[in-house]
């Protein structure tokens, strides 16, 4: 038994010393709003959890705004049904009417068979933000952590889960790009009830609160708003996909992709945007 105990023991002081060595990232770059809790893994990488209850959802936000860069981070989503939530991780300019944004959203699902968590991409620029590809998440997100990555380029917006890429938005000349507003990153969990799930027909179920995201591993290589460049911006500053990824780009569209507003003659009845023709 006391050997067990010093065992034990060791575990939790090897677990403290890495915590130690390990920067946190949260305090280091971010704000804080709402329920945040912060905590270490056993291999001292620092887990932000972010809870939504009745009263409050949470979210963290960049202390410095991004023109261009490559953002990662793992997350590990909400067990059980969280239908009616969102979890977020994205780009924003702002709030403002003319805002430009990128997203990840992951929104609930009811748990069980033929409910999977949709993972929601869209781009938004100059306040316009029908621009949405939804799939569904070909795995349990609340399992164990997965990767989630926005590459963002002069060239055009890529989107990635963990080693595939599913979607690219690309610069096309005479229709306009998220490329001139600088941008903050933001984490968010949110109640979505309204048009989360299933258009807002399956509203949070209270009774499972609090609901818990958990993230881990952030990383930015990023240009900041006054231009300076991270070291190695050069491996996605031009990044652009080759005929591999296009192919899982392709893969995910044909056997995941739930929505698709170039196909979506109800929402566009005067025609589909310009770029829908030029893919």
């Known amino acids: ?86 979890s977020c991780f994205y780009l924003s300019s702002g709030d403002g009417d003319g805002h430009d944004e990128i997203d990840m959203e992951f929104m609930g699902n009811s748990s069980g068979p033929g409910h999977p968590v949709v993972l929601n991409t869209n781009v938004w620029v100059n306040g316009d933000g029908k621009k949405e590809h939804q799939f569904d998440l070909w795995f349990d997100p609340a399992a164990d952590y997965h990767t989630y990555t926005i590459i963002w380029n002069p060239e055009n917006i890529l989107f990635k889960v963990d080693n595939l890429f599913i979607r690219s938005f ?40 609090p609901f818990n995201v958990l993230y881990k591993n952030y990383y930015a290589n990023a240009c900041a708003s006054g231009g300076a460049c991270h070291a190695g911006s050069d491996g996605w500053m031009n990044r652009q996909l080759d005929g591999s990824e296009w192919g899982t780009v392709k893969w995910a569209e044909q056997n995941y992709m739930r929505y698709n507003y170039c196909a979506d003659g109800y929402r566009f009845p005067q025609g589909f945007p310009a770029e829908c023709s030029r893919y």
Do not use: C
């Open 1 to 86: 038994m006391a050997l067990r105990s010093l065992a034990v023991l060791a575990v939790v002081l090897v677990a403290l010393s890495q915590a130690a060595s390990v920067k946190p990232w949260l305090d280091d770059k971010f704000n804080t709003d709402g329920n945040v809790r912060t905590g270490y893994d056993v291999s001292g990488q620092q887990v932000v959890t972010l809870s939504l209850d009745q009263h409050s959802g949470a979210g963290f936000n960049s202390d410095e705004q991004y023109l261009y860069g490559e953002f990662s981070i793992q997350m590990k989503l909400i067990p059980g049904n969280s239908a009616g939530t969102v």
């Open 170 to 209: 690309k610069r096309f000349a005479g229709i306009p790009y998220a490329g001139s507003k600088p941008m903050r990153l933001h984490a968010t969990l949110w109640d979505g009830s309204y048009w989360a799930t299933e258009k807002g027909k399956v509203p949070i179920d209270w009774s499972n609160a």
